[in-house]
């Protein structure tokens, strides 16, 4: 069965860089199209970011210019390089399929930003 495992959240100031990582099991990872979520205290979760099979990327308003999702078919690993992060962008950051039915979802990762 698929497996998503995020990292690289962590404590950064308004303004700062952080570069999230997901890595997948199976293997049919390079098929899918995949997505980055969050979910902030108290709200639903989002599409934050979801890139294509042939690296089509597509981003939600909030974030276009800052973020840029990519991915590693060799490593079964999808990125996030999130730049000039916002104090709104504070949430568990998650990755899964995009498109097709989600798999079981990981952990997540923590993003905090605040000075």
């Known amino acids: 069965q698929v497996q998503f495992v995020e990292s690289g959240g962590g404590l950064v100031q308004p303004g700062g860089s952080l570069r999230l990582s997901c890595a997948a099991s199976g293997s049919q990872f390079s098929i899918y199209a995949m997505a980055w979520y969050r979910q902030a205290p108290g709200k639903q979760r989002e599409l934050v970011a979801g890139i294509s099979s042939y690296s089509i990327t597509n981003y939600v308003d909030s974030v276009k210019g800052r973020f840029f999702i990519s991915r590693d078919n060799a490593k079964n690993t999808v990125y996030l390089q999130m730049n000039s992060l916002k104090p709104e962008d504070t949430a568990v950051y998650f990755c899964?399929?995009?498109?097709?039915?989600?798999?079981?979802w990981g952990q997540g990762t923590q993003v905090t930003v605040s000075s």
């Open positions: 899964n399929r995009w498109v097709a039915p989600p798999g079981p």
